[in-house]
């Protein structure tokens, strides 16, 4: 990399890699050499990065579980689901989807509609015999020599 480290990918460099340069990519690592050789402010940063590199390690490194360890915790685990009772129906929801489901669905639209239909007709067969005195007020006076020549 030819062009110029800035201080904040430094300072990126540092965090990630720490203050040893072996461990910086390639790539960069010219340009932050450099740029430690040219910048105080960026010799500082390097500076307390390598005072926290020395104090990491000095801590003990970690030892990976024994496996009395991982059956401690694995026996205070709940259980896992293996229960059948919804895998039917699941099974059941998943054949059902897409285009399998059209069929069906538009024949029970179909069905309720008509029935909805019928349930829901006027009632034709009335047997009221009142004068609707409203339709008789509407009547053109034509209709009035008419009905007053019936007897």
Known sequence: MNAPLSRERFAVLLEAYGAAPQRWPEAERAAALRLLDT????????????????????LPTPQPPTAT???AVFTRLPPANTSTTTSWAKALWLDLTGWRLTVPTF?????????????????????DTTFDWWQLSQLEDSHWTQLA???
């Open 39 to 58: 910048d105080t402010l960026a010799r500082q940063h390097w500076q307390q990065a390598q005072a926290l590199d020395a104090l990491l390690d000095t």
């Open 149 to 151: 020549d019936t007897p």
């Open 107 to 127: 024949a029970l639209a179909l069905v309720a509609g008509f029935a909805t239909g019928l349930w829901l007709q006027p009632n034709t067969t009335t047997t």
């Open 69 to 71: 360890a991982l059956n």
